[in-house]
């Protein structure tokens, strides 16, 4: 199977042009403290960059990344960074929607071996209702049991909304990360030393 | 690193910590920013306490405390954004992801769970033991003592539960994963590993669900207080509620890469608890996390206790056996 057609779910792609004669190795070391991070090892060549991360930590600026390429290519119009960067927290939110999902559907299948509790004629509970209690105005206690069974159950509908909630997430996710890393590409190799 | 002398401890020789109120920094900014970052703590929990008490019956059900729950949540996440405590805690998507997939199962396969072999199967056992009139002296008792008490009876265990975990390696195996998180935020409480978040969820909670509005007022306890233990945003807590209760300041050198901080500050909401068995310790840290602030995977979070604890196991038995001298 040709993964080209599916790995966008996991991959981010584009590319940045950079400042007319600008050098590769100027905007390599530019980037590089995005690179100097715990967890992160990197190779570069003259007009490559080649890195991988592992167990990177939360406050690091690419730690939705894992791996990846970027490369400095001359074109017409002067210098390009091009960049293919990939994402083990982008697959799996793709993933934990289906996830939810069959968890919903598993919980559907196991409630329909709960057996059906009987209606048990509870004898209403005599619930003492304290005198302090009854001075500041509270409401007096729910005498009737009908709730209680309905609470009880088991109910897929959970499941089912972080089956949404991961969904919207990811196509968040798909687009913010994209836009977030360009950005700080940018302002790292446009910056004034 | 020298540390700082507590008691009889050296806390911050590995990590750098910050110990005594009046070297944690203050809120600043304009009097509405301040009097609402001094007040919205006590406000909310007397707010929550007065709704449970007084919403009438069609509304005064677990359903509605889990809305309320939610809401809270949503509230405390705007509110990370404004104030944030540290800006090395932001929220990123990739943590929100994450600590969302760990509220994800609380809600469903852990609850599954726990309906078959967890507290509500306890909860039933309990139920089915006592009779009603057995339990009429606490029954009777003011709506607040009743909710007072199972809000205190409940942390006590898990006062008891976690220190347990920080003193025992088979419980302290699931419960390590919880302590490789590296920043705080209003969802961190749900990460760690699934035989951790069942054994917490074990509390005594279920077994006053015969008494539906004092467990409804407890959970108020539960949420206007314990929930500010994960959470990035830096308040002026007045200085009776940091005595009572719970701070992000007090678990976030909890969650500290310092060893001898991590033993500290085990409640869940009351820290009085820990203030009566020598164990807390006002202060905060930034700094958290285990093996330098090593973030774990979800696949390493799942699996952690089992290789360690196999590891371990194999470690024991592989030793060669003592030969006596005899």
New interface residues.
């Given amino acids: 199977m040709n993964l080209r057609f599916i790995d966008w779910i996991w991959h981010v792609r584009d590319s940045l042009a950079l400042a007319p004669g600008q050098s590769s190795d100027d905007a390599f070391d530019r980037l590089d403290p995005l690179f100097r991070q715990?967890?992160t090892s990197y190779q570069r060549t003259h007009d490559t960059l080649i890195f991988s991360k592992k167990?990177?930590?939360?406050?690091d600026k690419m730690?939705?990344f894992d791996a990846g390429s970027l490369q400095i290519e001359k074109s017409v119009s002067g210098p390009v960074l091009r960049y293919q960067l990939t994402s083990?927290?982008l697959l799996?939110?793709f993933l934990?929607s289906p996830l939810?999902l069959g968890?919903?559907h598993f919980?559907v299948f196991?409630s329909h071996f709960e057996k059906p509790t009987p209606a048990e004629e509870k004898k209403p509970?005599?619930?003492?209702m304290?005198p302090?209690?009854k001075a500041?105005?509270?409401?007096?206690?729910?005498k009737s049991k009908k709730?209680d069974a309905d609470?009880?159950k088991?109910s897929p509908t959970?499941?089912y909304i972080?089956s949404g909630?991961?969904a919207i997430?990811y196509v968040?996710?798909r687009i913010?990360?994209d836009r977030l890393i360009k950005a700080r590409f940018k302002k790292c190799l446009l910056s004034a030393e | 690193m020298n540390g700082i002398r507590v008691g009889k401890r050296l806390i911050g020789t590995q990590a750098p910590v910050t110990v005594g109120w009046e070297n944690i920094p203050k809120v600043s900014g304009g009097p509405i920013k301040l009097f609402v970052f001094t007040w919205f703590q006590p406000a909310m929990l007397f707010a929550m306490i007065a709704f449970w008490?007084?919403?009438?019956?069609s509304i005064?059900?677990?359903?509605t405390a889990v809305g309320i729950g939610i809401g809270f949540k949503v509230l405390l996440l705007g509110l990370e954004w404004v104030n944030p405590r540290y800006a090395?805690w932001r929220l990123?998507?990739?943590?929100?992801?994450?600590d969302?997939?760990y509220?994800?199962l609380g809600?469903?396969?852990l609850?599954?769970v726990s309906?078959y072999i967890g507290s509500?199967v306890m909860a039933k056992a309990i139920e089915h033991h006592f009779h009603?009139d057995d339990l009429?002296w606490f029954?009777?008792?003011?709506?607040l003592v009743q909710a007072l008490l199972i809000a205190l009876i409940f942390d006590f265990g898990q006062y008891w539960m976690h220190r347990g975990m920080h003193n025992w390696y088979p419980l302290w195996l699931p419960h390590s994963v919880h302590h490789y998180i590296?920043?705080l935020n209003i969802n961190k409480g749900a990460v760690g590993n699934p035989v951790e978040l069942f054994l917490i969820g074990l509390g005594i909670g279920g077994f006053f669900d015969?008494l539906?509005?004092a467990v409804l007022i407890s959970g108020a306890f539960g949420l206007a207080i314990g929930t500010y233990q994960h959470i990035n945003v830096r308040f002026n807590s007045p200085r009776w509620w940091r005595f009572l209760f719970n701070t992000t300041e007090h678990h976030s050198l909890h969650h500290s890469q310092d060893f001898e901080s991590t033993r500290s500050n085990f409640a869940g909401s009351f820290i009085f608890i820990d203030r009566i068995f020598g164990t807390c310790i006002d202060g905060e840290a930034e700094l958290l996390?285990m093996e330098?602030?090593?973030?774990?995977?979800?696949r390493e979070q799942m699996t952690h206790p089992f290789t360690h604890g196999w590891k371990a196991l194999k470690e024991r038995f592989d030793r060669p056996m003592a030969v006596s001298a005899e």
């Avoid at chain 1, 167990?55 to 406050?59: K, S, T």
């Avoid at chain 1, 509970?125 to 003492?128: I, L, R, S, V």
């Fill in positions: 715990t967890g167990n990177q930590a939360a406050q730690s939705v083990k927290a799996f939110c934990a939810f968890i919903a919980t196991v509970a005599d619930m003492p304290n302090i209690d500041l105005g509270a409401p007096e206690p729910d709730e609470d009880k088991l959970a499941a972080f909630i991961f997430l968040v996710g913010l990360e | 008490y007084y919403a009438p019956n005064a059900k677990a359903s090395s990123t998507w990739k943590e929100l992801v994450t969302l997939f509220v994800g809600f469903t396969l609850r599954m309906h509500d009603q009429r029954t009777g008792l003011p709506l590296t920043q015969f539906p509005r996390g330098g602030g090593r973030r774990m995977s979800i």
